[in-house]
Protein backbone atom coordinates (compact mmCIF):
# COMPACT_ATOMS: atom_id res chain seq x y z
CA UNK A 1 0.00 0.00 0.00
CA UNK A 2 3.11 2.43 0.41
CA UNK A 3 5.96 2.69 -1.48
CA UNK A 4 7.47 5.86 -0.10
CA UNK A 5 7.78 6.63 3.76
CA UNK A 6 7.94 10.67 3.58
CA UNK A 7 10.01 11.43 7.62
CA UNK A 8 10.10 15.56 7.75
CA UNK A 9 13.36 16.52 9.73
CA UNK A 10 14.10 19.55 11.09
CA UNK A 11 17.27 18.84 13.06
CA UNK A 12 15.41 18.33 16.50
CA UNK A 13 15.68 15.29 18.55
CA UNK A 14 11.82 15.28 18.87
CA UNK A 15 11.39 14.81 15.08
CA UNK A 16 13.73 12.55 14.63
CA UNK A 17 11.42 10.62 17.28
CA UNK A 18 9.21 9.89 13.73
CA UNK A 19 12.68 8.05 12.40
CA UNK A 20 12.33 4.75 14.07
CA UNK A 21 8.41 3.78 13.23
CA UNK A 22 8.97 5.03 9.76
CA UNK A 23 11.64 2.56 9.70
CA UNK A 24 9.75 0.15 10.75
CA UNK A 25 7.18 0.45 7.81
CA UNK A 26 9.21 0.90 5.63
CA UNK A 27 10.99 -2.80 6.54
CA UNK A 28 7.89 -4.49 7.04
CA UNK A 29 6.27 -3.07 3.37
CA UNK A 30 9.66 -2.46 1.26
CA UNK A 31 8.85 1.16 0.80
CA UNK A 32 11.38 3.83 0.46
CA UNK A 33 12.36 6.49 3.26
CA UNK A 34 12.40 9.84 2.37
CA UNK A 35 14.39 12.14 4.47
CA UNK A 36 12.69 15.28 4.28
CA UNK A 37 14.08 18.87 4.82
CA UNK A 38 12.34 22.02 4.52
CA UNK A 39 14.45 25.41 4.56
CA UNK A 40 13.31 29.06 4.51
CA UNK A 41 15.14 30.77 1.23
CA UNK A 42 14.28 34.21 3.18
CA UNK A 43 14.75 33.68 6.88
CA UNK A 44 13.83 37.44 7.68
CA UNK A 45 11.17 36.04 10.25
CA UNK A 46 14.61 34.77 11.99
CA UNK A 47 16.02 38.13 12.59
CA UNK A 48 14.53 38.57 15.93
CA UNK A 49 15.85 40.03 19.35
CA UNK A 50 18.18 37.41 20.39
CA UNK A 51 18.83 35.86 17.41
CA UNK A 52 22.51 37.01 16.74
CA UNK A 53 23.80 34.82 14.35
CA UNK A 54 21.49 36.66 11.91
CA UNK A 55 22.07 40.16 12.35
CA UNK A 56 25.76 42.25 11.71
CA UNK A 57 27.81 42.87 14.15
CA UNK A 58 26.62 46.58 14.43
CA UNK A 59 22.71 45.19 15.57
CA UNK A 60 21.75 46.40 11.90
CA UNK A 61 19.81 44.03 9.45
CA UNK A 62 22.22 41.93 6.55
CA UNK A 63 22.54 42.87 2.87
CA UNK A 64 20.91 41.10 0.52
CA UNK A 65 24.45 39.67 -0.38
CA UNK A 66 24.89 38.62 3.48
CA UNK A 67 21.53 36.92 3.30
CA UNK A 68 22.54 34.59 0.33
CA UNK A 69 25.76 33.60 2.54
CA UNK A 70 23.56 33.03 5.61
CA UNK A 71 20.89 30.80 3.17
CA UNK A 72 23.79 28.77 1.99
CA UNK A 73 25.04 28.42 5.37
CA UNK A 74 21.85 27.11 6.59
CA UNK A 75 21.49 24.90 3.27
CA UNK A 76 24.65 23.28 3.86
CA UNK A 77 24.00 22.73 7.03
CA UNK A 78 20.76 21.02 6.33
CA UNK A 79 22.30 18.95 3.49
CA UNK A 80 25.09 17.83 6.18
CA UNK A 81 22.39 16.54 8.55
CA UNK A 82 20.17 14.69 6.17
CA UNK A 83 23.18 12.91 4.39
CA UNK A 84 23.93 11.92 8.06
CA UNK A 85 20.83 10.45 8.94
CA UNK A 86 20.65 9.05 5.41
CA UNK A 87 24.10 7.11 6.03
CA UNK A 88 22.77 5.66 9.13
CA UNK A 89 19.20 4.60 7.73
CA UNK A 90 21.55 3.05 4.54
CA UNK A 91 23.50 0.98 7.40
CA UNK A 92 20.15 -1.21 8.36
CA UNK A 93 19.86 -1.77 4.44
CA UNK A 94 17.03 0.40 3.68
CA UNK A 95 16.87 2.07 0.75
CA UNK A 96 16.47 5.85 1.66
CA UNK A 97 16.62 8.83 -0.52
CA UNK A 98 17.18 12.82 0.75
CA UNK A 99 15.17 15.94 -0.78
CA UNK A 100 16.11 19.66 0.92
CA UNK A 101 13.19 21.59 -0.40
CA UNK A 102 12.45 25.57 0.14
CA UNK A 103 9.92 27.13 1.75
CA UNK A 104 7.52 26.55 4.33
CA UNK A 105 7.76 22.81 6.28
CA UNK A 106 3.71 22.66 5.85
CA UNK A 107 3.59 23.41 2.34
CA UNK A 108 7.38 21.71 1.40
CA UNK A 109 5.57 18.62 3.08
CA UNK A 110 2.10 18.20 1.15
CA UNK A 111 3.88 19.36 -1.91
CA UNK A 112 6.44 16.37 -1.78
CA UNK A 113 3.49 14.12 -0.21
CA UNK A 114 0.76 14.41 -2.79
CA UNK A 115 3.33 13.88 -5.72
CA UNK A 116 2.58 10.11 -4.68
CA UNK A 117 -0.94 8.75 -3.29
CA UNK A 118 1.22 5.68 -1.93
CA UNK A 119 3.30 7.69 0.18
CA UNK A 120 3.00 7.43 4.12
CA UNK A 121 3.91 10.66 6.33
CA UNK A 122 5.31 9.79 9.44
CA UNK A 123 6.26 12.86 11.88
CA UNK A 124 6.75 13.23 15.59
CA UNK A 125 4.38 15.57 17.84
CA UNK A 126 4.51 16.61 21.41
CA UNK A 127 1.73 15.83 23.90
CA UNK A 128 1.34 19.01 25.33
CA UNK A 129 -1.64 20.75 25.48
CA UNK A 130 -2.51 24.76 25.21
CA UNK A 131 0.62 27.30 24.11
CA UNK A 132 3.18 24.61 24.74
CA UNK A 133 1.54 22.04 21.88
CA UNK A 134 1.12 24.42 19.38
CA UNK A 135 4.71 25.73 19.69
CA UNK A 136 6.05 21.68 19.59
CA UNK A 137 3.89 20.07 17.02
CA UNK A 138 2.14 22.98 14.76
CA UNK A 139 3.54 21.19 11.77
CA UNK A 140 2.39 18.30 12.23
CA UNK A 141 -1.13 19.20 13.12
CA UNK A 142 -1.46 21.09 10.06
CA UNK A 143 -0.55 17.91 8.31
CA UNK A 144 -2.99 15.63 9.88
CA UNK A 145 -5.88 18.36 8.91
CA UNK A 146 -4.33 19.78 5.98
CA UNK A 147 -2.39 17.06 4.10
CA UNK A 148 -4.44 14.47 1.45
CA UNK A 149 -1.52 11.49 2.38
CA UNK A 150 -1.82 9.26 5.73
CA UNK A 151 0.22 10.63 8.48
CA UNK A 152 1.57 8.17 11.23
CA UNK A 153 1.64 10.41 13.89
CA UNK A 154 4.27 9.47 16.96
CA UNK A 155 4.45 11.34 20.56
CA UNK A 156 7.42 12.79 20.78
CA UNK A 157 9.04 11.59 24.44
CA UNK A 158 11.92 13.68 26.01
CA UNK A 159 12.91 10.87 28.40
CA UNK A 160 12.72 7.78 26.02
CA UNK A 161 15.16 6.45 23.95
CA UNK A 162 15.03 7.23 19.87
CA UNK A 163 13.74 4.15 19.44
CA UNK A 164 10.59 1.90 18.29
CA UNK A 165 8.34 -0.31 20.24
CA UNK A 166 7.23 -3.49 18.86
CA UNK A 167 3.74 -3.12 17.35
CA UNK A 168 1.91 -5.90 18.76
CA UNK A 169 -1.57 -5.27 17.54
CA UNK A 170 -3.80 -2.35 15.15
CA UNK A 171 -7.03 -1.06 16.75
CA UNK A 172 -9.20 -0.04 13.60
CA UNK A 173 -11.56 2.47 15.42
CA UNK A 174 -15.31 2.52 13.32
CA UNK A 175 -18.56 4.07 13.80
CA UNK A 176 -20.30 3.02 10.79
CA UNK A 177 -19.71 5.82 8.60
CA UNK A 178 -18.28 5.78 5.54
CA UNK A 179 -15.01 8.17 6.86
CA UNK A 180 -14.53 5.63 9.38
CA UNK A 181 -14.59 2.28 6.68
CA UNK A 182 -12.11 4.29 4.28
CA UNK A 183 -9.33 3.64 7.53
CA UNK A 184 -10.13 -0.57 7.13
CA UNK A 185 -7.63 -0.73 4.15
CA UNK A 186 -4.65 0.81 5.86
CA UNK A 187 -5.38 -1.27 8.99
CA UNK A 188 -5.57 -4.30 7.15
CA UNK A 189 -2.18 -3.95 5.35
CA UNK A 190 -0.43 -2.13 8.50
CA UNK A 191 -1.70 -6.00 10.32
CA UNK A 192 -0.44 -7.64 7.41
CA UNK A 193 3.03 -6.03 7.26
CA UNK A 194 3.70 -6.38 10.32
CA UNK A 195 1.96 -9.71 10.87
CA UNK A 196 -0.12 -8.63 14.24
CA UNK A 197 -3.87 -9.18 14.86
CA UNK A 198 -6.55 -6.21 14.48
CA UNK A 199 -9.16 -5.09 16.98
CA UNK A 200 -12.55 -3.51 15.87
CA UNK A 201 -13.32 -0.87 18.31
CA UNK A 202 -16.68 0.57 18.14
CA UNK A 203 -17.26 3.14 21.04
CA UNK A 204 -21.13 3.58 21.81
CA UNK A 205 -21.28 6.36 24.49
CA UNK A 206 -24.69 6.69 26.64
CA UNK A 207 -27.11 8.07 24.96
CA UNK A 208 -29.30 11.49 25.61
CA UNK A 209 -32.13 10.14 23.90
CA UNK A 210 -33.06 7.29 26.40
CA UNK A 211 -32.91 9.56 28.61
CA UNK A 212 -35.31 11.81 27.08
CA UNK A 213 -37.37 9.10 26.06
CA UNK A 214 -37.77 7.65 29.84
CA UNK A 215 -39.68 11.33 30.44
CA UNK A 216 -42.60 9.61 28.29
CA UNK A 217 -42.26 6.59 28.59
CA UNK A 218 -41.60 3.58 31.74
CA UNK A 219 -38.22 3.40 32.32
CA UNK A 220 -37.46 -0.32 30.72
CA UNK A 221 -38.21 1.29 27.57
CA UNK A 222 -35.40 3.52 27.82
CA UNK A 223 -32.77 0.30 28.74
CA UNK A 224 -34.76 -1.20 25.82
CA UNK A 225 -33.70 1.47 23.59
CA UNK A 226 -30.58 1.55 24.77
CA UNK A 227 -29.82 -2.68 24.34
CA UNK A 228 -31.06 -1.74 20.73
CA UNK A 229 -28.02 0.60 20.06
CA UNK A 230 -25.60 -1.44 21.86
CA UNK A 231 -26.73 -4.39 20.02
CA UNK A 232 -26.65 -3.10 16.35
CA UNK A 233 -23.29 -1.74 17.12
CA UNK A 234 -22.24 -4.93 18.27
CA UNK A 235 -23.84 -6.66 14.92
CA UNK A 236 -21.59 -3.98 13.23
CA UNK A 237 -18.51 -4.86 14.66
CA UNK A 238 -19.02 -8.74 13.78
CA UNK A 239 -19.31 -8.24 10.70
CA UNK A 240 -16.26 -6.14 10.01
CA UNK A 241 -14.66 -9.33 12.00
CA UNK A 242 -16.15 -11.30 9.41
CA UNK A 243 -14.90 -8.92 6.89
CA UNK A 244 -11.22 -8.51 7.95
CA UNK A 245 -10.94 -12.46 8.47
CA UNK A 246 -11.84 -12.93 4.32
CA UNK A 247 -8.87 -10.56 4.13
CA UNK A 248 -6.24 -12.88 5.08
CA UNK A 249 -6.05 -11.29 8.92
CA UNK A 250 -6.62 -14.78 11.22
CA UNK A 251 -6.49 -13.42 14.72
CA UNK A 252 -8.84 -10.43 14.63
CA UNK A 253 -11.46 -9.27 17.46
CA UNK A 254 -13.55 -6.81 18.04
CA UNK A 255 -15.73 -4.80 21.22
CA UNK A 256 -18.16 -2.40 21.47
CA UNK A 257 -17.15 0.11 24.50
CA UNK A 258 -19.54 2.27 26.44
CA UNK A 259 -18.02 5.22 26.82
CA UNK A 260 -16.93 8.15 24.66
CA UNK A 261 -15.03 7.62 21.36
CA UNK A 262 -11.54 8.65 22.80
CA UNK A 263 -11.44 7.46 25.95
CA UNK A 264 -12.46 4.29 24.51
CA UNK A 265 -9.59 4.06 21.98
CA UNK A 266 -7.50 5.04 25.03
CA UNK A 267 -8.67 2.52 27.34
CA UNK A 268 -8.26 0.13 24.30
CA UNK A 269 -4.23 0.71 24.20
CA UNK A 270 -3.40 1.13 27.66
CA UNK A 271 -0.53 2.24 28.95
CA UNK A 272 2.39 -0.20 26.80
CA UNK A 273 2.88 2.05 23.67
CA UNK A 274 2.47 -1.21 21.41
CA UNK A 275 -0.03 -1.02 19.20
CA UNK A 276 -0.76 1.04 16.71
CA UNK A 277 -4.04 3.03 16.03
CA UNK A 278 -5.63 3.03 12.98
CA UNK A 279 -8.74 5.77 12.41
CA UNK A 280 -10.09 8.22 9.60
CA UNK A 281 -10.80 11.26 9.75
CA UNK A 282 -12.76 13.88 6.82
CA UNK A 283 -10.98 16.31 5.15
CA UNK A 284 -13.00 19.79 5.43
CA UNK A 285 -12.17 22.98 3.94
CA UNK A 286 -12.06 26.60 5.70
CA UNK A 287 -12.70 26.96 9.82
CA UNK A 288 -14.28 23.35 10.08
CA UNK A 289 -11.18 21.70 8.54
CA UNK A 290 -9.16 23.68 11.71
CA UNK A 291 -11.98 22.52 14.34
CA UNK A 292 -12.78 18.93 13.13
CA UNK A 293 -11.30 15.92 14.66
CA UNK A 294 -11.70 16.63 18.32
CA UNK A 295 -11.43 12.63 18.90
CA UNK A 296 -8.72 12.13 16.39
CA UNK A 297 -6.79 15.04 18.25
CA UNK A 298 -7.36 13.51 21.75
CA UNK A 299 -6.10 10.33 20.67
CA UNK A 300 -3.09 11.95 19.07
CA UNK A 301 -1.95 14.04 22.42
CA UNK A 302 -2.41 11.05 24.74
CA UNK A 303 -1.71 7.68 22.86
CA UNK A 304 1.68 6.59 23.85
CA UNK A 305 1.56 4.73 20.53
CA UNK A 306 1.66 5.58 17.11
CA UNK A 307 -1.69 6.66 15.90
CA UNK A 308 -2.36 6.57 11.79
CA UNK A 309 -4.65 9.13 10.32
CA UNK A 310 -6.56 8.72 7.19
CA UNK A 311 -8.44 11.47 5.71
CA UNK A 312 -11.41 11.46 3.81
CA UNK A 313 -11.31 13.25 0.45
CA UNK A 314 -14.07 16.19 0.56
Known amino acids: MYSCVLVPLDGSDLSAQALPYAKMVAKSTGATLLLLRAVNSYPRELVQPGLAAYRRDDGGMPSSEEWDEVRDKINAGADEYLARMAASVESEGLQVEIALREGSPEDVIMSEASKDSATL ?14 LMGSVTDRIVRGGENPTLVIRAHEDRPNEALPINRVVITVDGSPVSESAEPHAVAMAKSLGVGITVLRAVPPSSYGETFAEF ?9 NDEVKSEAQGYVDEKIREIKALGIEDVNGRVADSQPGNAILDEV ?6 LVVMATRGLSGVGRWLMGSVTDKVIRHSPGPVLVVR ?3
Open 217 to 225: APSSYAQHF
Open 121 to 134: VAMATHGRSGVGRW
Open 270 to 275: GDEGDE
Open 312 to 314: MPE
